[in-house]
């Protein structure tokens, strides 16, 4: 059986890439508001780090030594960003656009028939293949987010995105340990409505705590995109008020969401 999550990377992707293709190379360069990344340096993180999911897969001897590598690099001066552009071979605008996406369109279909439960090695612990791809789902989806914000252009999210919602949960106490908090011993309620108004519920026997909304917004949430201030989330209790303000549905050190109005789409801030 196909897995299901490589086409909603490879879906993702292509939404992503439908959006550039026709952009000249001189909006690559341009500063996003996520800690001033250029598009191109978006598009390198996503490539280099999709062609490392690919080695996890299909090479780990191969992604070992990537890893190996890629911290020596790190060590030894260079910014990750830096260093993302050289394994990317230096290229940009269309010509680093055009190489992401055969690349992505490889992955996914590596990826499609796979063993969803066969683990593989990543940065942090090893995780499932379905995780493994759910993640550059989750990647792509809001690493983009700053793409479609600087572009002025509104995404129209598919519910595909429950991907990313689930990441969210499931991440909800990783979000407490990697800041060294107590994790809370119930997960607040969560009631989303999908993009095609579909009503998603998880938890419905708390009923102190609850977040209420659009699943694109908690999404924002979750991966940092937006600041829960910036959203229409109805958020009730100690707990689900203090999960919003720390959510953190990646790996890595405790990260902080930006501050309230620093992220938006460009034309839209006082929309």
Not at 14 to 34: A, G
Not at 53 to 78: C, Q, R, V
Not at 167 to 172: A, K, L, R, V, Y
Not at 199 to 218: L, M, P, R
Request: hydrophobic letters at 35%; one cysteine or more.
């Amino acid at each position: 059986m196909a897995l299901e999550q490589s086409i909603d990377f490879k879906n993702e992707s292509s939404l992503l890439y439908d959006l550039l293709k026709s952009k000249n190379d001189d909006i690559f360069n341009s500063k996003t508001q996520f800690k001033s990344w250029t598009i191109n340096d978006v598009l390198y993180h996503l490539h280099v780090w999709n062609n490392a999911a690919f080695l996890s897969l299909t090479n780990e001897k191969k992604f070992s030594k990537f890893m190996k590598d890629f911290f020596t690099a790190i060590k030894s001066g260079h910014s990750a960003r830096s260093h993302e552009k050289e394994l990317s071979n230096n290229i940009s605008g269309q010509n680093l656009l055009m190489e992401w996406k055969k690349d992505y369109e490889k992955i996914s279909e590596e990826f499609l028939n796979a063993d969803p439960k066969k683990r593989v090695k990543w940065a942090g612990p090893d995780m499932s293949v379905r995780s493994s791809i759910t993640a550059r789902h989750m990647e792509t989806w809001s690493h983009g987010q700053e793409i479609y914000d600087q572009l002025g252009v509104i995404r129209n999210d598919s519910d595909h995105i429950k991907n990313i919602v689930i990441i969210g949960i499931n991440t909800f106490g990783w979000t407490f340990m990697n800041r060294s908090l107590e994790v809370p011993n119930e997960q607040p309620k969560l009631i989303l409505e999908s993009p095609s108004n579909k009503t998603w519920e998880w938890n419905s026997n708390n009923k102190k705590d609850s977040i209420i909304g659009k699943a694109s917004e908690f999404c924002q949430v979750v991966t940092q995109v937006r600041n829960i201030k910036d959203t229409n989330l109805i958020v009730n209790g100690d707990i689900a008020k203090k999960w919003m303000s720390i959510a953190q549905c990646f790996a890595g050190p405790p990260e902080d969401p930006p501050k309230k109005g620093s992220r938006f789409t460009k034309g839209e801030k006082n929309g």
